[in-house]
């Protein structure tokens, strides 16, 4: 029996595509691994947000190049920087035999055979990028969470994002393809559903049927079980009442938003193209802690985008105290070619992007701990992921609000829903006992 391993970088869109890619690879007979060494062909499905991204592709290339040596691996690069690279990546790294954007993934079989057959040096499939992906089954590694891609692409272009470029244009999935996948993974025990898109409250835009994010997680929370819905990522600038209004009143919809804030400084905000403010995103924050109790926001925050002064950085410091995001994921500007702002003059410094995401970070732990401390004593409906990964004697899960709680239970628990009171509270994880 062959061997294929699937790497994947990246966000959770593309930890569904690998999904996709690993049934893929079974249904074609293949065994797979989670060691490179032993594989008979390899994916990296990979990413080009930032340049760390490429680097690290780079590196894995480079290990990838022994194991090939050794044993004729088929080297298959998807995602996003194969898209943006295309052909040039198999001319800079002969290694690669396959080079394919994600909405490509179907022709994999088809890819592996013209390979296989030995008449092709290379195979590239990067086009059709505007295309609504073919539906494909998915394998996800885990047995409670399922993930489903509402809308793929982007029509944004915040001036920072290599995404629309990698990704094409906005398309929406049709709302009955979602409900009978909503249905199903709920049928086959999925206890937590992600949906997926780059701006998922613009969900709709694009169909003719007048369906929009808000009709369609009131029509997801009409699907009976239990189980609960989340989603990534909305954008400030389409966070409508409507849609805080359904999940005020849906349980199923989970306590915990992302709400990308990017900047603080309006200043900078329109340099990047958010089209929000300040000011408008506070409000937007603070409307929806009022009408949805308990609910615990999380952000992106990129520092040192060209032209942001200490009076800019001190306005994004700003938000952070006022908002208290349980969870920030922070980044340094990371110039991406054929994006606006790779070739806007007022580029920072690095050692200040590095000093101001050291600040940031800073003050955004001081809030986590406080966030959490919050939780004391309280009674909190987990999600049992399993045994915690640090600790076998211990179980770990997640709140609705997504906070990591460690209790003693039975491994059997896994993937149910069970009551824990709160007793001990840390910056990154909560500790209690099951209760009834
Ligand atoms: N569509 C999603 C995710 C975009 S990529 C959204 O709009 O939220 C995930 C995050 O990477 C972004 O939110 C942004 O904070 C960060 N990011 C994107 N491009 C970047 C760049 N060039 N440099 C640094 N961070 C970037
Ligand atoms: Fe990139 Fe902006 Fe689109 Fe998100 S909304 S993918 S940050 S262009
Ligand atoms: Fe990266 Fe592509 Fe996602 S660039 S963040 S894998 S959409």
């Known amino acids: 029996m062959k061997n294929a391993a699937i790497v994947t970088y990246g966000c959770q869109m593309n930890v569904n595509e690998s999904a996709k890619i690993k049934k893929i690879l079974q249904n074609m007979g293949y065994n797979i691994t989670e060691d490179v060494s032993e594989a008979d ?93 073919p539906r494909l089954d998915t394998e996800f590694d885990s047995k409670k969470t399922a993930s489903i891609p509402i809308t793929y692409g982007c029509n944004n272009f915040c001036t920072y994002c290599i995404v629309p470029y990698v990704r094409g244009r906005e398309r929406s999935v049709p709302m009955d393809q979602i409900l009978d996948e909503v249905k199903e993974f709920v049928q086959k025990g999925y206890k937590e559903i992600v949906l997926l898109g780059q701006n998922v409250n613009s969900y709709g835009n694009d169909l003719e049927t007048g369906e929009n994010f808000a009709t369609l997680l009131e029509e997801i929370c009409k699907i009976e079980g239990e189980y609960l819905v989340r989603f990534v990522s909305p954008h400030p600038k389409d966070f409508g009442d409507d849609v805080i209004d359904v999940i005020a009143k849906n349980e199923k ?40 109790p308990g609910v615990a926001l999380t952000a992106d925050i990129i520092v040192g985008f060209p032209h942001e002064t200490e009076e800019d950085f001190q306005d994004t410091l700003d938000v952070v105290s006022k908002v208290k995001f349980d969870t920030a994921f922070m980044f340094m500007y990371s110039p991406r070619k054929g994006t606006a702002a790779a070739t806007m003059d007022g580029q920072i410094d690095q050692e200040i992007k590095k000093e101001r995401l050291k600040r940031l970070i800073d003050l955004q732990n001081e809030n986590a701990k406080e966030t959490s401390s919050a ?25 609705s609000t997504n906070k990591v709680v460690i209790f003693k239970g039975d491994k059997e628990l896994e993937g149910t829903f069970v009551n824990v009171k709160i007793n001990e509270c840390k910056t990154w994880s909560l500790y209690g006992e099951i209760v009834e």
């Open 375 to 399: 939780y004391k004593d309280k009674v909190e409906r987990v999600l049992v992921d399993g045994l915690s990964k640090k600790n076998k004697e211990v179980l770990s899960g997640r709140t």
């Open 41 to 133: 062909a390899v994916f990296l499905n990979t990413c080009t947000v930032r340049e760390g991204a490429a680097t690290q592709i780079y590196g894995k290339l480079g290990e990838l190049k022994v194991v090939r040596e050794k044993r004729g691996t088929i080297i298959g690069v998807t995602g996003c920087f194969a898209q943006e690279q295309g052909e040039e990546l198999a001319k800079k790294f002969p290694i690669i035999d396959i080079v394919m954007g994600n909405q490509n993934i179907g022709k994999i079989p088809v890819a592996l055979e013209k390979i296989e057959s030995g008449d092709f040096k290379h195979v590239i499939y990067t086009g059709e990028e505007d295309e609504l992906p």
């Open 253 to 292: 919809i989970a306590r915990s938003l992302h709400l990308p804030l990017q900047s603080g400084s309006s200043k900078v905000l329109k340099l990047m193209n958010r089209k929000y403010t300040k000011e408008q995103y506070i409000e937007l924050a603070e409307k929806i802690k009022s009408r949805i």
